[in-house]
């Protein structure tokens, strides 16, 4: 993002904009392949779900890197994606793997979906995978997507299920602990009931939730897993002393190898499929 680019945030998301356009958006963004590698177990239950159709207008809220939008431009043939995020390096590498991969029917925005002015009931279909999640006030932020919804219209999300339930997180964040106490952390919109009431509140209806476990891609041995992790978690290393972390990276490198399959290095993970509808 050029220092002349003004984002406009609500406040309760002005630390989301510093980190996503800041060094954990450069991380996502140099990353990207990797990261959407991580969950490729996930696309076709989520598109099954999305039901986009030819001729839909779908909107991808924390798009990052875009995979999810222009894989979403490539079903609506004849309609139009376009992908939302704070992360203005992000969006950056969107635009050019879809000017590289031919999709023109995509477009990107460096907005804050919470307070953006989108156009009343401008989209067939809401889509967000893991970046709903984020919002500084979850409520206001889904009523402005309500009101970009076309009635009739289609809301999907995948979020994680709670921590205790994602083997890949609760196992690093333990391991680089390396024996201090683990922070503590709730993740939003892992619980069904307080997602329903939230959506409900916020104006959708025909609210449906389903547990989805997928296995979670790190790396295709443990060298290159433990690069990725360590590049990923590794902020919690760096306070250690040397034979501390030493001993930590070891661990995480057992446990990697714990993991290890003929086809990569896995963890067993766990989402939400949530799906709505406005009236």
Not at 111 to 135: L, T
Not at 137 to 166: D, E, H, I, M, S
Not at 206 to 226: I, L, S, W
Request: hydrophobic share 45%; aromatic share 8%.
């Amino acid at each position: 993002m050029s220092e002349s680019t003004v984002v406009r945030v609500d406040p309760s998301n002005e630390r989301m904009l510093k980190a996503w356009n800041g060094d954990d958006g450069a991380l996502w963004a140099k990353r990207a392949e990797r990261f959407n590698d991580g969950v490729a177990a996930y696309r076709d239950t989520f598109f099954s779900a999305a039901g986009i159709q030819p001729g839909d207008r779908v909107l991808d809220v924390g798009c990052g890197a875009g995979q999810t939008t222009r894989d979403a431009a490539r079903l609506a043939t004849a309609g139009s994606a376009l992908g939302v995020d704070l992360s203005g390096e992000m969006l950056g590498l969107a635009r050019r793997l879809a000017g590289e991969e031919g999709v023109p029917n995509v477009s990107f925005e460096q907005v804050d979906a919470q307070v953006h002015a989108f156009p009343e009931a401008g989209f067939d279909v809401v889509i967000s995978r893991h970046g709903s999640m984020f919002f500084g006030t979850p409520l206001a932020a889904f009523a402005n997507l309500v009101r970009a919804t076309r009635p009739g219209g289609r809301l999907v999300l995948l979020t994680w299920q709670p921590l205790r339930l994602n083997e890949w997180i609760t196992t690093f964040r333990t391991i680089i602990a390396a024996g201090r106490e683990v922070p503590s952390a709730n993740l939003a919109l892992s619980d069904p009931e307080e997602t329903e009431a939230l959506l409900t509140s916020a104006g959708y209806t025909d609210f449906r939730c389903t547990a989805v476990n997928k296995p979670m891609y790190f790396g295709q041995d443990v060298d290159d897993a433990a690069d990725f992790v360590i590049e990923q978690h590794g902020g919690r290393l760096s306070d250690l002393d040397e034979a501390t972390r030493a001993k930590a990276v070891a661990a995480l490198r057992a446990d990697l190898a714990e993991h290890q399959t003929d086809r990569g290095v896995f963890y067993g993970s766990a989402a939400w499929l949530v799906e709505a509808r406005r009236p």
